[in-house]
């Protein structure tokens, strides 16, 4: 994989997680977690994708590229 699209997704990844963590504390989020005990779909979701591209980005980048 490429370093520069490794370090893209990693961008993006942290990006979604402090997105995904600002979410958790929105209102819309409070009364969901009132009535259901839970934060909203869409603020889980986000945290869920930001941490899968936090990982795929880190693992290309310390992975390298092989040159032959």
């Known amino acids: 994989m490429n370093k520069i699209v490794s370090l893209a997704l990693l961008a993006g990844g942290v990006t979604l997680i402090v997105i995904g963590v600002n979410a958790t504390n929105s209102f819309s989020s409070d009364v969901s977690r009132f009535f259901?005990?839970?934060?909203?779909?869409?603020?889980?979701?986000?945290?869920?994708?930001?941490?899968?591209?936090?990982?795929?980005?880190?693992?290309?980048?310390?992975?390298?590229?092989?040159?032959?």
């Open 36 to 68: 259901t005990g839970s934060p909203t779909d869409k603020a889980v979701w986000m945290l869920i994708g930001g941490i899968l591209l936090a990982v795929v980005g880190l693992a290309g980048t310390l992975r390298g590229s092989k040159t032959a």
